[in-house]
């Protein structure tokens, strides 16, 4: 007797992070493009300004995060681009789950294969623009708060440039203005750290804006996705 | 028998073109429907549309008396699609494919399902990234499917384009196991269904200027 | 409630009414242009601080007002556009998105201009104009999402998303601006712009600043009609009333054949079970 | 009236360039927006025409064949 496959929520939700990480893990060099790209960037500051640590130290939050927006620029279109041409995202539309669940997914697992490394390596990046030591712990939480901000974001924008041919372009055109207010609080937060004032107003309004983009993106990338795959 | 799905009075436009109006269709369970019609003429935007992905411009898909647009979940539960892309990861291996759309659709797999993959004619090639397979031996990967579901309702988009004649027959045999279970099958297919397994009821949509 | 805006689903029929609306728009919108522009460069008197180079406002103002106006205009009509998938809307996404880029085009344009004396520089980082630089972004996202697509209508929805999603996040690009400006600011001159638009203007500059405001929203709104119109046009240029408007009269020979053909494509569209 | 003269009102007190430039900015930028409505819908009916044309040689092909048959 034929019965209705039943799947369970979180179930669905843990199959797709592991299925996920598993494809990530097998095509490590795509994934370390993106951070490579964000150490380089940085490093080309001081060649472009000059060495002084004065300098560098004054601009380091504004270059940090500048960088960490456009490297993650790079690694987004693999979000949904490889689901799209394999037809894993159609079938990601016909789980018995809502989509929006399956959407959390995916945006986690870029969060973890994207953000982490760069949490990772701040303090290398901290230190090599000179950034005043008492500053370190409000840059990274800035990039902690900040950075799902950039995947939740970010989900937005591929299911919505998915299906086109040149979709990068468009991609960042689409997205950067849109993540002005994050650079604002992160790069305000990590000033006012470098002065020695409390970052915590900064920090929550980054907390506030992360919030509001994992709660809200899903439904627009549900949206989107349903244009693209059309 | 009960009607499994229904449409009613589809529309859809692609572009500026008119694919097909008025179009009326229920599916029984125990019935196989094959969509019929040359290139260009709607039927996977059918299929699609059928299977909830693409959104009609009149008209409205129900399975078993509810709209679809309306529970998705329950009619997900109820459905396996097979498009024209096949889902299947390359990074992965066949079982590793299978295992993953076994689990999210509630399927306990106790064993990896070599007996499966075997019986597609994947023998040997069950645990190689599925990238270094052939675009028919991965489209072998997605019919096994076929094997793995409790899914009553099939829509699959052309299941016989790369098979020989041997998954071919194997295919039949599976969709005529399927429908005396009280299955049904919409598909899509070039060729015609030459089978004593089943009766097949056909859908012609023309090419519309 | 909604009923009596059903029709007007159909190109055909807010093609009429924009046709019939777009005299009642620009008439009184012309002869106000012409009222602000003497009330406002002849009549209105001079500011203490600024002089004369202040007028400038009755051009800057207006177009910063309405380039954010139709931004959330636009993005109502994508709304519609998603929810009832009505056609017009889509198209209306198109008309609206150039008029609402040139306004903020335009108050960035000026903006400048009215810098230069006041500030000594054609640009300064003032929240007003970063926010409406960042809208002339928004804008031109929009509009390049809409004709990326091969399939228009899947554009106009992407475009629409977009929008709705740009429009949720103005309020905070707006706050986080102001706010950022207000961190980094070095000197009170760029408040001197913002000092005119308090409430405490004079009532002989607030006036011709309303007017202003109400001839711009009339010309732009004559401007997005006149573009509503072309592109439900281009749509429908199949159409025999689509091509009646452009200026061909169909002999009968070549309606019939028309005819003949609309009755084909009927008839073909339905698929027929066997 | 604030100014006293033409000459007063063209020079703005000094700053006639920018409030000029801007109006003059602002006209010009309306006035392209218009031109291009209008050159648009010319553009459409000069297409409608041809299609007509095509149909109606189409309608006169049918025509000539059916009298041969």
Known sequence: MLTANKGSTFKV???????????????????????????????????????????LGR???GVIWVSALL???????????????????????????????????????????????????????????????????????????????????????????????????????????????????????????????????????????????????????????????N | MAVLLEANELMSIRGERMLFSDLQLSVHAGEIWQIVGPNGAGKSSLLR??????????????????????????????????????????????????????????????????????????????????QGLSAGQQRRIALARLWLTQAPLWILDEPFTALDVEGIALLHTRFAEHLSAGGAIVLTSHQELITELYQVKALTLRYQH | MWRWLHPYAKPEATFALTQKLIPWFALPGIILVLVSLVWGLAFAPPDYQQGESYRIIFVHVPSAMWAMGFYVG????????????????????????????????ISLFTGAIWGQPMWGTWWVWDARLTAQLILLFLYLGVMAL????????????????????????????????????????????????????????????????LVSILAMLLVSIVLVLMRLNNEILRREIHRPWALAELGITLDSSAKAHNDAEKKNVEKKGGADAV | MQFDSWQAFIQMGGYGIYVWSSFAGTFLCFGLLALESIWRRKKLAKEASKQAARAQRILRARAAKKNRI
Not at chain 1, 99 to 121: F, G, N, Q, R
Request: proline share 7%; aromatic share 8%; glycine share 6%.
């Open chain 1, 13 to 55: 939700f843990k199959q797709l992070v592991k299925r996920d990480i598993r494809v990530a893990s097998r095509q490590r060099s795509d994934l370390l493009n993106p951070l490579i790209f964000l150490i380089i960037v940085v490093t080309l500051f001081p060649l472009g300004v000059g060495p002084g640590p004065d300098i």
């Open chain 1, 59 to 61: 601009i380091a939050p």
């Open chain 1, 71 to 229: 490297s993650s620029m790079l690694g987004l279109e693999r979000l949904f681009r490889d689901d799209f041409r394999d037809g894993a995202l159609e079938q990601m539309l016909l789980l018995p789950v809502a989509v929006e669940i399956s959407v959390l997914a995916k945006i986690l697992v870029h969060w973890l294969l994207t953000a982490l490394p760069v949490l990772i390596i701040t303090p290398l990046l901290a230190l090599l623009m000179n950034l005043p030591l008492q500053a370190w712990g409000t840059l990274w939480l800035t990039l902690f708060l900040g950075t799902p901000v950039l995947s939740a974001a970010g989900a937005i924008g591929v299911a919505l440039t998915v299906s086109l041919n040149k979709g990068g372009a468009l991609l960042s055109l689409l997205l950067l203005p849109l993540l002005i207010p994050l650079l604002i609080f992160a790069t305000a937060a990590v000033e006012a750290a470098v002065a020695g004032v409390s970052p915590a107003g900064p920090l929550a309004l980054i907390g506030a804006f992360m919030v509001l983009c994992i709660t809200l993106a899903p439904f627009a990338v549900k949206a989107g996705l349903r244009v693209s795959v």
């Open chain 2, 49 to 130: 549309i059928l299977a909830g992905l693409l959104t009609p411009q009149a008209g409205s898909v129900a399975f078993q008396q509810n709209p679809i647009a309306e529970d998705r979940e329950t009619f997900y539960q109820n459905l396996l699609f097979i498009g024209h892309k096949a889902g299947v990861k390359a990074e992965l291996t066949a079982i590793e494919n299978l295992e993953f759309y076994a689990a999210v659709q509630g399927v306990e797999l106790h064993e990896p399902p070599y007996e499966i993959l075997a019986k597609v004619g994947l023998v040997g090639l069950e645990d190689i990234p599925a």
């Open chain 3, 74 to 105: 636009m993005a109502i009509m994508g709304v519609i556009a998603l929810v009832w998938q009505i056609r017009t809307a889509e198209l209306a996404i198109l008309a609206i998105a150039p008029v609402g880029a040139v306004l903020t085009f």
């Open chain 3, 146 to 209: 809409y004709v990326a697509f091969e399939d228009e209508r899947a554009g106009a929805k992407a475009a629409s998303i977009l929008a709705i999603v740009g429009v949720i996040n103005i309020p905070i690009i707006h706050y986080s601006v102001y706010w950022w400006n207000t961190l980094h600011q070095k000197s009170t001159v760029t408040r001197a712009i913002t000092r005119l638009e308090a409430p405490s203007i004079a009532p002989e500059m607030l006036w011709p600043l």
